[in-house]
């Protein structure tokens, strides 16, 4: 079992709709959760991150996270073709020190 | 002013060959690592340093070494490189060895093996 597990997709939504993107994860003891986006040749850049159980948000984005199942999710709302690019969940292990990635989402938002 | 800068960006060379990739960051933060991000976009740690110590030492091919002259800089050298060693890496940053405040990512260098 992958330790952070996410639908390679693609995964194809209109403009102006609502993308979800889910992340599961394997380690009980995670404690930090990231959403990470990258557009193609670039590097990954940080847009949200969520400690506890419930929901976080920030602008359109929102991340959702539940320990009991060991499942973050991501919602983007009013889609735009600009947010088209792979996103990476990432966990961050209760004792530190690391993130573990999953393998991304690719989303394509179409006009 | 870039957060974390990578040199170089592209790298193209011959199998057997020896190359070093250099990463600075500039947000004073204490952490640095090394990531490879293989073709299907997995992005696997490699190594991390805490302040110039060594702290994550992943299962990696002991031709890979890196260094850290001070806990603001933080190389990776190859030798000997080979065809699987093509990918992109990463360097990254974070304030502490937690992570709990995410990583801040260079903009990579793309090695290729040839």
């Known amino acids: 079992q992958k330790e952070v597990e996410q639908n390679s997709g693609p995964l194809s939504v209109p403009e102006g709709a609502i993308a979800s993107l889910n992340c599961t994860y394997s380690?009980?003891?995670?404690?930090?959760f990231f959403w990470y986006r990258q557009y193609s040749g670039k590097s990954p850049e940080l847009i949200m991150f969520i400690y506890s159980n419930g929901d976080k948000e920030d602008g359109r984005f929102t991340a959702q996270l539940n320990k009991a199942s060991q499942y973050v999710s991501l919602l983007i709302r009013d889609s735009q073709p600009s947010d088209s690019a792979t996103y990476l969940c990432a966990v961050g292990p209760g004792g530190g020190n690391k993130l573990t990635f999953g393998t991304g989402t690719q989303l394509k938002v179409e006009l | 002013d870039t957060a974390v800068s990578q040199t170089p960006k592209y790298l193209v060379t011959q199998m057997g060959n020896d190359k070093s990739i250099k990463c600075e960051q500039n947000l004073g933060h204490d952490t640095m690592y090394w990531y490879k991000q293989d073709s299907k976009k997995f992005l696997k740690i490699m190594f991390s340093?805490?302040?110039?110590?060594?702290?994550i030492n992943e299962t990696v091919p002991n031709r890979f070494s890196p260094k850290s002259p001070d806990k603001a800089h933080l190389n990776l050298h190859i030798n000997s490189l080979e065809l699987g060693d093509s990918a992109v890496y990463f360097c990254a940053s974070s304030r502490d060895t937690t992570g709990h405040y995410g990583y801040t990512f260079g903009s990579g260098t793309r090695l290729t093996v040839v």
């Open positions: 380690d009980r003891g995670s404690q930090s």
């Open positions: 340093y805490n302040n110039k110590e060594l702290i």
